[in-house]
């Protein structure tokens, strides 16, 4: 008798970075106040401090959820410009959205904190584009996933199509010049791959920090954006994870290739219409959802030869609804879910029923401000009126900012800096500094207890 051999787990290990806008107040922003208030703030349930402390009572930049939050480009030496905060190391797309949702968490306290001591409210906004007079920049969202080197690195033009018409599912939504936009982020893109992602903003950051095993490739993702909606984020994570597994695994086959991704990946952001097409490098002109069936065929290939979860086939069910009400043109079933179509409603096609003021572009660019802003409570308003689609639990949630990933690296992290805190010079996101020593982490998975009291075995009777 033959039996079947068990399945791989379908698994792909992720990192977000979160790049929140902090608007200039007095000729200044507070970045360097809030991270302050990070330091300042106790934690349930054992009343510990939200950032890891290091000796002489300095903290590092590690949270208690094996996160990071830091400043990001100074305007002057020492004083930053955003406020940066990250996922720790995740082992799938939920707990991706779990961790990404902490950060907001993590960004609200914050505000919070500074208001009750100074009296000032400093709002943090999780948007693609700001905008001083007339010039405008961007901040983003950067994905990081860990691939596999020797299976992906020569085949990964297979994912640029990809990353171009994503999109359609994951754009945040709002206004540039003054025109609404599926992916205004997708504005700043000029570079398909680049090392530097500052100026280029590059699909694909090119800088090779896998902070693990050279085996692996960090792949980061850098066209992407902040949203608020967690369908967005999970469906984000998840078909992103699901592609990356395709082309490691050798399931895409024959994936078009386009003529000019960069030109294209605006082209879709400029037409929340919808009617999206690509040109080819052979100068034919399709579908976008002709280029999704790649895509699709490859996912569903993949879940037949990998175990998956509740969460995997939940992904792939709300994927193939969603590319069919797009291609039927019907909007209207996607507002619960996608965030654009959802400022849509609530900006562009009914701003009267959810905002108190005339449905002119300045008060509706302010609007979206409101909605992209964590330390507002307008998206939480507008979740619970068009009842837009939620898969965390107050648990999960809760678990997310309070707590690392159980049995990660970053439960690891966060349990030997609590113990090792008076000799701790650093921490990195694959080692420790302790007393001059670098000790190297590699390992993302399986740190039980008892992994992790022989790793302080190591360090203590170094």
């Given at each position: 008798m033959f039996y079947k051999t068990r399945c791989e787990l379908l698994r792909l290990w992720q990192g977000i970075e979160v790049e929140y806008c902090v608007p200039y107040i007095n000729g200044r922003t507070y970045v360097n106040e809030l991270l302050e208030m990070l330091t300042k703030l106790k934690m349930p349930p054992n009343n510990e401090e939200a950032l890891l402390a290091k000796k002489e009572g300095k903290y590092t930049q590690f949270l208690v959820n094996g996160g990071r939050a830091y400043g990001d480009m100074s305007s002057r030496l020492g004083v930053f410009d955003i406020l940066e905060i990250t996922t720790p190391e995740c082992s799938n797309p939920f707990e991706a959205l779990a961790y990404e949702k902490a950060t907001e968490v993590y960004a609200r306290m914050a505000s919070d904190k500074y208001e009750e001591e100074k009296g000032l409210r400093v709002h943090c906004y999780k948007m693609s584009v700001t905008k001083s007079e007339q010039e405008y920049t961007t901040r983003g969202l950067h994905e990081s996933y860990l691939v596999d080197r020797k299976n992906f690195e020569n085949k990964i033009n297979d994912i640029i199509?990809?990353?171009?018409?994503?999109?359609?599912?994951?754009?945040?939504?709002?206004?540039?010049?003054?025109?609404?936009?599926?992916?205004?982020?997708?504005?700043?893109?000029?570079?398909?791959?680049?090392?530097?992602?500052?100026?280029?903003?590059?699909?694909?950051?090119?800088?090779?920090?896998?902070?693990?095993?050279?085996?692996?490739?960090?792949?980061?993702?850098?066209?992407?954006?902040?949203?608020?909606?967690?369908?967005?984020?999970?469906?984000?994570?998840?078909?992103?994870?699901?592609?990356?597994?395709?082309?490691?695994?050798?399931?895409?086959?024959?994936?078009?290739?386009?003529?000019?991704?960069?030109?294209?990946?605006?082209?879709?952001?400029?037409?929340?219409?919808?009617?999206?097409?690509?040109?080819?490098?052979?100068?034919?002109?399709?579908?976008?959802?002709?280029?999704?069936?790649?895509?699709?065929?490859?996912?569903?290939?993949?879940?037949?030869?990998?175990?998956?979860?509740?969460?995997?086939?939940?992904?792939?069910?709300?994927?193939?609804?969603?590319?069919?009400?797009?291609?039927?043109?019907?909007?209207?079933?996607?507002?619960?879910?996608?965030?654009?179509?959802?400022?849509?409603?609530?900006?562009?096609?009914?701003?009267?029923?959810?905002?108190?003021?005339?449905?002119?572009?300045?008060?509706?660019?302010?609007?979206?401000?409101?909605?992209?802003?964590?330390?507002?409570?307008?998206?939480?308003?507008?979740?619970?009126?068009?009842?837009?689609?939620?898969?965390l639990s107050d648990e999960d949630l809760s678990k997310a900012v309070l707590f690392p990933p159980s049995n990660s690296r970053a439960y690891a992290r966060v349990e030997l800096a609590h113990i090792l805190k008076d000799r701790l010079e650093d921490i990195g996101w694959a080692g420790f500094v302790i007393d001059g020593v670098r000790y190297p982490m590699l390992e993302l998975d399986s740190w039980t207890r008892e992994k992790i009291i022989d790793f302080l075995n190591k360090i203590i009777h170094k």
């Open positions: 199509p990809y990353l171009v018409i994503r999109q359609i599912f994951t754009g945040a939504g709002g206004y540039y010049f003054d025109r609404f936009l599926i992916s205004p982020r997708q504005m700043f893109v000029k570079a398909v791959i680049a090392e530097k992602v500052f100026g280029n903003w590059p699909l694909l950051g090119g800088i090779d920090e896998p902070h693990a095993d050279t085996k692996f490739r960090r792949l980061q993702i850098t066209n992407g954006e902040g949203t608020r909606s967690e369908w967005t984020i999970f469906m984000r994570q998840s078909i992103t994870s699901y592609v990356i597994k395709c082309i490691e695994q050798g399931f895409l086959k024959d994936v078009p290739r386009l003529k000019n991704p960069i030109e294209s990946t605006k082209l879709i952001a400029l037409s929340p219409e919808g009617d999206w097409s690509v040109e080819l490098e052979n100068g034919k002109e399709v579908s976008i959802f002709e280029i999704f069936s790649h895509y699709l065929e490859g996912i569903e290939k993949l879940f037949e030869n990998m175990e998956i979860n509740d969460h995997d086939r939940y992904a792939l069910k709300e994927l193939k609804f969603m590319l069919k009400k797009f291609e039927e043109g019907d909007f209207e079933a996607l507002k619960e879910r996608v965030e654009w179509i959802t400022k849509l409603e609530v900006l562009e096609w009914n701003f009267s029923k959810y905002f108190e003021a005339d449905d002119t572009k300045e008060n509706k660019i302010i609007a979206n401000n409101q909605y992209s802003a964590i330390t507002d409570y307008t998206y939480e308003r507008i979740q619970d009126e068009l009842k837009l689609i939620t898969l």
